[in-house]
């Protein structure tokens, strides 16, 4: 992470400093029914709930806690060994690439995301390379829901062309 990139996502942790006790948002990603569910933890309050495409069984998608950091609008791809096999080149930041409006990396693994670009017909279907698609329409109603509820700053350009919202409050995906 650059610099001005890591001093900003320092800075919208007001969480780290002040010393509440926000439980923060959770995503849920439930594998069995192909569905993420949004939740406020501090409220209670329901966000929206976005049908996705999971990893097939050869690229199984990760369970578990994952710690969410950033929001990425217009991100870039790098396809990593398989996707290469299959002939994929990489796509400079953009909207319209094979990650759609945006994307949430599991920041473990940095390599597994919750991102747009599903295509609606392969909602509910295990076919991705480990990552869960959800349409672009449903992931910028996410997005919003996130802007609502004072979870994530705003948007910070960095040099390659992508937006990046750091997370404000303590968030994570839950992956069952």
């Given at each position: 992470?650059?610099?001005?990139?890591?001093?900003?996502?320092?800075?919208?942790?007001?969480?780290?400093?002040?010393?509440?006790?926000?439980?923060?948002?959770?995503?849920?990603?439930?594998?069995?029914?192909?569905?993420?569910?949004?939740?406020?933890?501090?409220?209670?309050?329901?966000?929206?709930?976005?049908?996705?495409?999971?990893?097939?069984?050869?690229?199984?998608?990760?369970?578990?806690?994952?710690?969410?950091?950033?929001?990425?609008?217009?991100?870039?791809?790098?396809?990593?060994?398989?996707?290469?096999?299959?002939?994929?080149?990489?796509?400079?930041?953009?909207?319209?690439?094979?990650?759609?409006?945006?994307?949430?990396?599991?920041?473990?693994?940095?390599?597994?995301?919750?991102?747009?670009?599903?295509?609606?017909?392969?909602?509910?279907?295990?076919?991705?390379?480990?990552?869960?698609?959800?349409?672009?329409?449903?992931?910028?109603?996410?997005?919003?829901?996130?802007?609502?509820r004072h979870a994530i700053g705003d948007p910070v350009a960095d040099a390659g062309g992508e937006l990046r919202q750091y997370f404000r409050r303590p968030a994570r995906v839950s992956v069952r």
């Open positions: 992470m650059q610099r001005a990139a890591r001093f900003a996502w320092l800075l919208s942790l007001p969480w780290l400093c002040a010393g509440t006790s926000d439980p923060g948002v959770l995503l849920e990603l439930d594998r069995d029914h192909y569905q993420v569910r949004a939740r406020d933890l501090a409220s209670g309050a329901e966000g929206p709930s976005l049908r996705v495409v999971l990893g097939s069984p050869a690229h199984p998608t990760p369970s578990g806690n994952f710690p969410l950091r950033v929001i990425v609008r217009n991100p870039g791809w790098i396809p990593g060994a398989t996707a290469r096999s299959y002939g994929a080149h990489s796509v400079a930041p953009s909207s319209r690439g094979p990650l759609g409006v945006g994307k949430i990396p599991f920041a473990e693994s940095g390599e597994i995301a919750l991102h747009g670009g599903a295509n609606p017909l392969l909602l509910g279907k295990p076919v991705s390379l480990g990552c869960a698609r959800a349409t672009d329409e449903d992931l910028l109603r996410l997005f919003d829901w996130l802007e609502e």
